[in-house]
Each structure stands twice: as structure tokens, then as C-alpha cells.
């Protein structure tokens, strides 16, 4: 089956720094991913969709500054979280589709800390 | 808005007993998918099962099955014959505007 592969599965970064998490879609091309962040005990939020070549498109509330996403080919997105804050800390994941009508496939997500 | 609503924060079963999770949602449109994912201490999501709305025949996967009432926007996940890793947070899912949505989840703990 379709495999999409996110990394890195944990990170920890300093305050005030930035770090980029990647989700690759390996063995079909993803023309849409999708970002969601996730806390202890509570469901999926969704952040933000990217489509390949486009913008992506932010949830509301979502700081786009903040959350740099980028879909440069049809097989990688990048998440950056620039400037990291304590409360940014959290699970953060990834999933990917081929056409409109495909079944959504996830990353194994990426836990952040922030000291 | 559309929502997707699980109003069972948590949930137990005996081991190899039945047990039935709740999930309303708001929806105006009349053929559309809604799922059913798994969400274990890997956090790993696993799609358990999916329904078509346009299909009146509930779907079933092995020990998983749904109870889908479209007029009372209705879509229940059972698990029979409880197993220890069926324990795990569920999310009940819809697509909008492409987008998949989730409810608030419903954490399962099985008891041998």
C-alpha cells in the first residue's frame, strides 16, 4: 500500500530556533498534503493543505508566518516552524493523497519539543 | 459549519465482549464518505473503515462494522470480539471542501 514517510519521528529544539519537518509520499505522487498538530488526548486540528506548485492554504488561526509550508514536487512537503516557543511544542502530522477521490495515507508524525 | 461530533471521551470493554462507539455529524450534502481511524500509542492512524452515504448497506471489516443512519446523520463503529490491541484512541472522520475533519475521538481501554 501507499506509504508516506515524515522526519523526523522526534526533535528537540531551542527557543527562538527554527526546525523543518518533511513528509515524503514514496511510492505515489501526492498532489495534495495536508498538516495537522495534534495535543496530548485531543483530536487532529488541521493547519494547513498545500497543494504541489501552490500555496498553501492555512487554517484559521494558523500563523502562516510562523508555519512556513512548502509542496515543491509532487513527492515532498516541508514543515517549518520558525522562531519555536514552548508552546509550540506538540505532535505534528502529516498525510497525503493522490487524486481528489484517493483514500488519505499518514506520516507517523513528528513529536516537537521546545525548550 | 460542518462538524464531526464524538461525544464519548472514553470507553471500555471486556476483552472478546462488543462494544459501540458513537459519532454524529453535519453535513448538507447527500453522497459523501465518512471514516473511521484508529489512532494507537504509535499514534499511528490506521484507517479500521469507511461508508459511502449512497450505499444503504452498512459497512464491515472483519470484527468492525458501522451503523450508518444518513437521516439522523448517524455513523456508529462496533467492535466485536474485543481484542487487548483494540485499545486506542478512535477518530470519526468526514471530507470537507477536501479536507478530512475529525471528531474529538473516543479513547478505548480493553480489560483482560
Known amino acids: 500500500g501507499a506509504v508516506v514517510s515524515q522526519h523526523p519521528s522526534r526533535v528537540i529544539c531551542k527557543s527562538g530556533t527554527s526546525v523543518k519537518i518533511e513528509c515524503r509520499s514514496l511510492?505515489?505522487?501526492?498532489?495534495?498534503m495536508f498538516w495537522y498538530r495534534q495535543f496530548p488526548k485531543q483530536s487532529l486540528m488541521l493547519m494547513a493543505t498545500s497543494n504541489e506548485g501552490s500555496k498553501a492554504t492555512y487554517e484559521q488561526g494558523v500563523e502562516k508566518d510562523k508555519f512556513l509550508i512548502n509542496h515543491a514536487s509532487l513527492t515532498l512537503s516541508t514543515l517549518t516552524v520558525t522562531s519555536a516557543h514552548p508552546e509550540d511544542s506538540s505532535f505534528y502530522i502529516c498525510?497525503?493523497?493522490?487524486?481528489?477521490?484517493?483514500?488519505?495515507?499518514f506520516g507517523n508524525g513528528t513529536r516537537l519539543t521546545v525548550t | 459549519a460542518q462538524t464531526v461530533t464524538q461525544s464519548q471521551p472514553e470507553m471500555s470493554v471486556q476483552e472478546a465482549e462488543t462494544v459501540t462507539l458513537s459519532c454524529t455529524y453535519d453535513t448538507s450534502e447527500s453522497d459523501y464518505y465518512l471514516f473511521w481511524y484508529k489512532q494507537p500509542p504509535s499514534r499511528q492512524m490506521i484507517l479500521v473503515i469507511r461508508?459511502?452515504?449512497?450505499?444503504?448497506q452498512n459497512a464491515t471489516e472483519n470484527r468492525f462494522s458501522v451503523n450508518f443512519q444518513k437521516a439522523a446523520k448517524s455513523f456508529s463503529l462496533k467492535i466485536s470480539d474485543s481484542q487487548l490491541g483494540d485499545a486506542a484512541m478512535y477518530f470519526c472522520?468526514?471530507?470537507?471542501?477536501?479536507?478530512?475533519?475529525f471528531g474529538q475521538g473516543t479513547e478505548l481501554s480493553v480489560k483482560p
Open positions: 472522520a468526514k471530507p470537507r471542501g477536501g479536507k478530512l475533519i
Open positions: 511510492d505515489f505522487q501526492a498532489t495534495t
Open positions: 461508508q459511502e452515504a449512497y450505499k444503504q
Open positions: 498525510s497525503a493523497r493522490g487524486t481528489a477521490n484517493s483514500p488519505l495515507h
